[in-house]
């Protein structure tokens, strides 16, 4: 199984990214899948992450400082997921990693040390 993401780039405060995580390999649907960061000097954080098999509000979850900011979305047709980033800020600045394992269904986990495939990570630079 394979993650590639792709999207990242330098963006001005308050601008906007969309990341994109290609799945092979594997199928969504029966895997959560999380969107995971880590900034220079600092331990990954899991940023948010839903249910390859149900993307709703009541199986995704994300970290507080990104609520109303970054959305989670799953491509079902495509195998891919995406990462919607708004308004952001230079504390959005990281590596971005997606990631999935095989839970049961809608079960979903922040935690990444539960995690069994990882992309190769795509960097975010929120500076003007």
């Known amino acids: 199984a394979q993650l590639v993401e792709s999207g990242g780039g330098l ?14 390999g ?7 899948i999380g969107w995971f960061r880590q900034a220079p000097g600092k331990e990954r954080e899991g940023v948010t992450c839903t249910s390859g ?3 709703s509000d009541g199986s995704t979850y994300y970290l507080d400082s990104v609520k109303g900011r970054f959305t989670i979305s799953v491509d079902k047709a495509k ?8 308004s952001l800020k230079p504390e959005d600045t990281a590596v971005y990693y997606c ?3 095989r839970l049961g269904l809608g079960e979903v986990t922040l935690t990444g040390n539960e995690y069994d495939y990882w992309g190769q990570g795509t960097q975010v630079t929120v500076s003007s």
């Open 99 to 101: 990631a999935a394992v």
């Open 11 to 24: 963006v001005q405060p308050g601008g906007s990214l969309r990341l994109s995580c290609v799945a092979s």
């Open 79 to 86: 195998n891919t997921v995406y990462l919607q980033m708004n």
């Open 53 to 55: 098999s149900d993307s």
């Open 26 to 32: 594997l199928t969504l649907d029966y895997y959560a």
